[in-house]
């Protein structure tokens, strides 16, 4: 399954990144409530790692156990998402969530990412809140947007590239 | 943005992703080639190279600087993983420095005292250190260039074993000129160099190679 997802199964990459997350949600709950520190930061971590899950999917190597290569990604973008929250002095003690949700994504919720999202330019914020949308496609979005679909994907792939960067900024 | 619209956008990019270890391959083999064929010539190839090829020093030399680049290599590719360790190649390390240490060793019984200066400064100590560094650096830019898509555990050590592996690349073309054969040039002059290299790879890597 991992290897007909990473080697270009658009579904099985869908139920792939839809299996890793739960578990991520878990480990990171776990890992911030051991330190001590506010448990609304789990999906920020679990979006990250996603992204970076995404991203760096080509070190993975088939022959190789995902799981160690997943949980070695996500002790990385804990680290560095508690080194971002060190230099940001806003840690509002009262945001402590007393009734952790197991399911999802708070919907309502601002995450990190939409602060990274707002840094991207226009288009390509355009661009990736319009796929973000359940069922959009990228041909749709093109139409929209007046542009080819071979631009969109483009545009797409520097989005996700630059919004690494911007954690990576924010996180030296 | 909620975690499953984002899964929505990643599932979207499907931008081809070419193996990271082919990535570095061709890196490496670009870098290689450069030093191989405009650095070289430059400096030429040693003239008597046909009748050292079968010495025992010009041997250990070039088995030395071979093993350390293939070894360095090796060990890059895996610590340039998020999950990546040092694994057996560790033992790799072992039998470079047992190996380097019985060449010092032979020869420091094959030569009487008296000629060790000489041996170990051989005929251009400066020259050949500069040039190891010169050969070192296209393998040096291309390496660091592929590891941008890399995701080291820790972006140091990744950049401090590709500086030994570019180091270890650039000698081991550099043999290919260097006139000193003595095991004590070598030990001395190349792991100098060599050790630079991977120093300026520890920099590199911690401001580069973070992801």
């Given at each position: 399954?991992?290897?007909?997802?990473?080697?270009?199964?658009?579904?099985?990459?869908?139920?792939f990144?839809?299996?890793?997350?739960?578990?991520?949600r878990?480990?990171?709950?776990?890992?911030?409530?051991?330190?001590?520190?506010?448990?609304?930061?789990?999906e920020?971590?679990?979006?990250?790692?996603?992204?970076?899950?995404?991203?760096?999917?080509?070190?993975?190597?088939?022959?190789?156990?995902?799981?160690?290569?997943?949980?070695?990604?996500?002790?990385?973008?804990?680290?560095?998402?508690?080194?971002r929250?060190?230099?940001?002095?806003?840690?509002?003690?009262?945001?402590?969530?007393?009734?952790?949700?197991?399911?999802?994504?708070?919907?309502?919720?601002?995450?990190?990412?939409?602060?990274?999202?707002?840094?991207?330019?226009?288009?390509?914020?355009?661009?990736?809140?319009?796929?973000?949308?359940?069922?959009?496609?990228?041909?749709?979005?093109?139409?929209?947007?007046s542009?080819?679909?071979g631009?969109?994907?483009?545009?797409?792939?520097?989005?996700?590239?630059?919004?690494?960067?911007?954690?990576?900024?924010?996180?030296? | 943005?909620?975690?499953?619209?984002?899964?929505?956008?990643?599932?979207?990019?499907?931008?081809?992703?070419?193996?990271?270890?082919?990535?570095?391959?061709?890196?490496?083999?670009?870098?290689?080639?450069?030093?191989?064929?405009?650095?070289?010539?430059?400096?030429?190839?040693?003239?008597?190279?046909?009748?050292?090829?079968?010495?025992?020093?010009?041997?250990?030399?070039?088995?030395?600087?071979?093993?350390?680049?293939?070894?360095?290599?090796g060990?890059?590719?895996?610590?340039?993983?998020?999950?990546?360790?040092?694994?057996q190649?560790?033992?790799?390390?072992?039998?470079?420095?047992?190996?380097?240490?019985?060449?010092?060793?032979?020869?420091?019984?094959a030569?009487?005292?008296?000629?060790?200066?000489?041996?170990?400064?051989?005929?251009?100590?400066?020259?050949?250190?500069?040039?190891?560094?010169?050969?070192?650096?296209?393998?040096?830019?291309?390496?660091?260039?592929?590891?941008?898509?890399?995701?080291p555990?820790?972006?140091?050590?990744?950049?401090?074993?590709?500086?030994?592996?570019?180091?270890?690349?650039?000698?081991?073309?550099?043999?290919?000129?260097?006139?000193?054969?003595?095991?004590?040039?070598?030990?001395?002059w190349?792991?100098?160099?060599?050790?630079l290299?991977?120093l300026?790879?520890?920099?590199?890597?911690r401001?580069?190679?973070?992801?």
């Amino acid at each position: 399954m991992m290897r007909a997802a990473m080697s270009g199964d658009a579904s099985a990459y869908r139920t792939f990144l839809e299996a890793v997350s739960p578990v991520l949600r878990a480990s990171a709950r776990r890992n911030l409530m051991r330190i001590g520190r506010p448990i609304s930061d789990v999906e920020d971590i679990v979006q990250e790692t996603l992204l970076a899950i995404h991203l760096k999917r080509h070190t993975w190597e088939s022959d190789r156990p995902i799981r160690p290569w997943i949980a070695a990604i996500a002790r990385n973008k804990l680290v560095d998402l508690l080194r971002r929250r060190g230099h940001h002095v806003e840690i509002p003690i009262e945001y402590i969530d007393d009734s952790p949700s197991d399911e999802g994504s708070d919907p309502l919720g601002r995450h990190e990412l939409d602060r990274m999202l707002e840094t991207l330019n226009e288009r390509q914020r355009d661009i990736v809140r319009s796929l973000s949308l359940n069922g959009a496609t990228v041909r749709e979005t093109a139409n929209r947007l007046s542009m080819s679909e071979g631009a969109v994907r483009v545009s797409l792939h520097r989005a996700l590239g630059a919004l690494a960067a911007l954690y990576r900024r924010d996180s030296k | 943005m909620n975690t499953s619209g984002l899964i929505n956008v990643l599932v979207m990019d499907r931008a081809p992703s070419l193996s990271l270890r082919r990535t570095i391959a061709v890196a490496l083999a670009i870098g290689a080639v450069f030093t191989g064929l405009v650095f070289l010539p430059m400096v030429g190839i040693r003239p008597d190279i046909a009748q050292v090829a079968f010495t025992w020093r010009f041997i250990a030399k070039a088995v030395v600087v071979l093993m350390i680049a293939m070894s360095a290599i090796g060990l890059m590719l895996r610590l340039a993983r998020p999950d990546g360790e040092f694994g057996q190649l560790k033992w790799a390390l072992w039998l470079i420095l047992l190996v380097l240490t019985l060449a010092v060793g032979t020869e420091l019984i094959a030569v009487p005292p008296a000629q060790w200066e000489n041996r170990l400064f051989g005929i251009h100590w400066l020259f050949c250190l500069c040039l190891i560094l010169l050969f070192s650096l296209p393998p040096f830019v291309g390496l660091f260039v592929a590891l941008k898509r890399a995701a080291p555990r820790n972006e140091g050590l990744a950049g401090a074993i590709a500086g030994i592996a570019a180091g270890g690349i650039g000698a081991s073309i550099y043999v290919a000129h260097c006139p000193d054969d003595s095991p004590l040039f070598v030990a001395t002059w190349y792991s100098l160099a060599i050790a630079l290299v991977a120093l300026a790879g520890l920099f590199a890597g911690r401001r580069l190679l973070k992801w």
